[in-house]
């Protein structure tokens, strides 16, 4: 299958470095970048931690889909997606260039404790956490590509 390079997806954990790199191969590429979950905390005029608090997981994956799908519509982007993007965003997935980011836990973890928002956020992506380091999540994720 010959994949869309124009529009260029990282994903993997949150802490696995998607941002950073994001912003770094598309200055490389003169693509647009753009990162999800702040493109979230500007629709919404709001820190993430506090969506998922006071709107839940649902709302937030809605936002999060809503603006993945604009996103999908523009060429030359490098899009950072949010860790857990990629649990109702396959279809979608399918139609860009995707790159996943490795990390080791032990990485993650150590990453996730210098950041004051991100433990919370490991803690309301608990589940998300464990689904998403299950090999047979990835497994299946690279079959279906």
Known sequence: ???DKERICLIGMP???????GKQLSDKLKYSFFDTDEEIEKKEKTKIKDIFLKKGEDYFRSVETDIFNDLMNKNKIVISTG????????????????IYLYCDLDILTERASRNN???LLLQLFHNQVLYL???FLWIGFFEFF
Request: glycine share 12%.
């Open 1 to 3: 299958m010959n994949k």
């Open 15 to 21: 802490g696995s470095g998607k941002s950073t790199i």
């Open 83 to 98: 860790g857990g993007l990629i649990i109702k965003n396959l279809k979608q997935l399918k139609l860009s260039f995707n």
């Open 117 to 119: 928002l991100r433990p």
């Open 133 to 135: 380091l299950s090999p």
